[in-house]
C-alpha cells in the first residue's frame, strides 16, 4: 500500500510516495531550470518555496538514443531542458542520519539519466538502512561545451551542486550529512575523479568501470569541437546557440562535420567530454588526480569484458586489452595511489556475464548494483542469466557496496588485493 509522506526542508514542504517500507520523493530541484539566459551557465541553486508535489518522476536531460541501447536496452522518458532535479529513496523521513550514496549515472557524458527506473534505489535504501540519491546532470552540448572566456564542464558542475544540495539537506530524509558515499559508473565515475581533484563534500567513493585510461580533452581541441558543433547546429556563438530549439543542439551531434572532426581527433572519446579548461579542471591534471587519490577512501572496479558493449568491440584478446588500457590499469593505479596516501582501497573485478555476444561488458554491473532486473527486462546483455544467478550474485554485490556505504570494508582484503564477483 502505497501513502503520502512528508519532508520538511527550508524552502518548504515536499510531498512523496511510501511504498513497501522506503519513501522516495521525486524530481526535487537543485538547481534553477538551466534555460534561456541560463543555457550553458554554471548552475544556481534552485529557488522553489512552499508545498511541492515530489511523487512523479520528472524529465531527464534531452538526449539522443544510447549508443549503448543494443546492449542494454532502451528507455522511453520525458525529456526537458528543466531536469536539474534529483530523486531521494529513504526507510524513514526522521532523526536517524543514516550513511547516504549518491549516485551519478554514465553513458558517455550524453545520455542517461538517475530518474530512470535502472537506477531505482529503494531495494538498496531498504537492504542497507540507507538514504539513496540518484542526480541528474546536463549532458551532450548542454552541459559540456567549451568555449574560450565561457565555463566549461557545467555538467561537473551540476553534479557538485547536487552535492553540496545533499549535503545541506539530507538530514530532512533521515540522512547523516558527514557520512556522504558518492557512486558513479563510466562517464559517472570518471567525473568523480574530477570532483576529488577540486573541493570534494564527500571522502568515500565508489568508482564503476571509470575510463580513466583515455584521460581528458585539452582545452584547444575541446574548443574546436565546440565550435565545428555550433556551426552545425546553426549558431556562430553562444548567445545565438541560446535561442536556438533544444532539437538543432541533438541533430548536430550526428552532423557530417561534427563527425568527421571527432573522427579526426583519434582518441577514442565521446563527442563531449571533460576538458582541462583551467578552471573547472586543472591545467596540472595528472599530479592533481594522483593526490586526488588521497582524497576519499575507494572501491574501485570494472568489468572482465568491457569493450565487448562498444562497437567493433568483443570477447577476443585484443578487445580485452583495449578494456584493461582504458578501465583496468588506471583503476588499480588509483587504488596502489589511495593506499600510497593513508586511505582504505579496494578493488574489484566484474566477472558475472553470462551472454556470448557480450560477456561481463561495460554495464552489465548495474543491475546487480540496484537490484532493478526488472527494469533491465529484455536487456540483451543480460542474456543466460538464470533468477538464482541474479539473486546470488546481487545479493553480494548490495552486501559489499552497503558495506562500504556504512563506513566499513567491504569484505575482502584491502588493494591491491582483487575480489572477483563471478
Not at 562517464?187 to 568508482?207: C, D, V
Not at 554485490?397 to 572477483?420: C, E, K, M, N, Y
Request: hydrophobic share 45%; aromatic share 8%.
Amino acid at each position: 500500500m502505497k501513502d503520502i509522506v512528508q519532508a520538511s526542508l527550508p524552502q518548504g514542504t515536499l510531498s512523496g510516495i511510501r511504498d513497501q517500507g522506503v519513501c522516495r520523493f521525486s524530481a526535487i530541484p537543485y538547481a534553477e531550470a538551466p534555460v534561456g539566459p541560463l543555457r550553458f551557465a554554471p548552475p544556481r541553486p534552485a529557488q522553489w518555496r512552499g508545498e511541492r508535489d515530489a511523487t512523479q518522476p520528472g524529465p531527464v536531460c534531452p538526449q539522443l538514443t544510447s549508443r549503448l541501447a543494443r546492449v542494454m536496452g532502451d528507455f522511453e522518458a520525458p525529456q526537458s531542458e528543466d531536469c536539474l532535479h534529483l530523486t531521494v529513496w529513504t526507510p524513514g523521513v526522521d532523526a536517524q542520519r543514516r550513511p547516504v550514496v549518491v549516485w551519478l549515472h554514465g553513458g558517455a557524458w550524453q545520455s542517461g539519466a538517475g530518474a530512470l527506473d535502472w537506477y531505482d534505489g529503494a531495494r538498496l535504501a531498504r537492504r542497507g538502512d540507507i538514504v539513496v540519491v540518484a542526480v541528474n546532470y546536463r549532458l551532450a552540448g548542454l552541459g559540456w561545451l567549451c568555449l574560450p572566456g565561457e565555463t566549461a564542464n557545467v555538467g561537473l558542475l551540476d553534479e557538485e551542486a547536487a552535492i553540496a544540495w545533499v549535503h545541506a539537506h539530507v538530514e530532512a530524509f533521515g540522512g547523516d550529512p558527514q557520512r556522504i558515499t558518492v557512486m558513479g559508473q563510466s562517464a559517472g565515475a570518471s567525473n568523480i575523479a574530477l570532483m576529488l581533484t577540486r573541493k570534494p563534500l564527500f571522502q568515500r567513493a565508489i568508482m564503476q568501470s571509470a575510463g580513466l585510461g583515455r584521460g581528458f580533452r585539452d582545452a584547444e581541441q575541446a574548443a574546436h569541437l565546440s565550435r565545428v558543433f555550433l556551426r552545425a547546429a546553426g549558431a556562430d556563438s553562444l548567445a545565438a546557440a541560446r535561442e536556438l530549439p533544444v532539437q538543432a543542439l541533438l541533430d548536430a551531434q550526428l552532423a557530417p562535420d561534427v563527425v568527421a572532426a571527432l573522427q579526426a581527433e583519434g582518441a577514442n572519446r565521446s563527442l563531449f567530454y571533460p576538458a582541462i579548461d583551467g578552471d573547472v579542471v586543472t591545467r596540472d591534471i595528472d599530479a592533481a588526480m594522483t593526490a586526488a587519490a588521497g582524497r576519499a577512501d575507494v572501491m574501485i572496479g570494472y568489468t572482465r569484458d568491457e569493450f565487448a558493449a562498444f562497437p567493433g568491440g568483443g570477447l577476443d584478446e585484443d578487445s580485452r586489452r583495449k578494456g584493461d588500457r582504458t578501465f583496468a590499469l588506471r583503476s588499480r593505479q588509483w587504488a596502489r595511489d589511495a593506499v600510497d596516501r593513508g586511505r582504505q582501497a579496494w578493488e574489484y573485478r566484474f566477472d558475472a556475464g553470462y551472454s556470448r555476444e557480450f560477456g561481463a561488458c561495460h554495464c552489465v554491473d548495474l543491475p546487480f548494483v540496484f537490484d532493478t532486473f526488472d527494469a533491465f527486462q529484455g536487456a540483451p546483455m543480460l542474456e543466460g542469466l538464470a533468477p538464482a544467478q541474479a539473486r546470488r550474485i546481487s545479493g553480494d554485490v548490495q552486501t559489499a557496496w552497503i558495506a562500504f556505504i556504512r563506513g566499513g570494508s567491504p569484505g575482502w582484503d584491502v588493494a591491491p588485493a582483487q575480489h572477483l564477483f563471478a
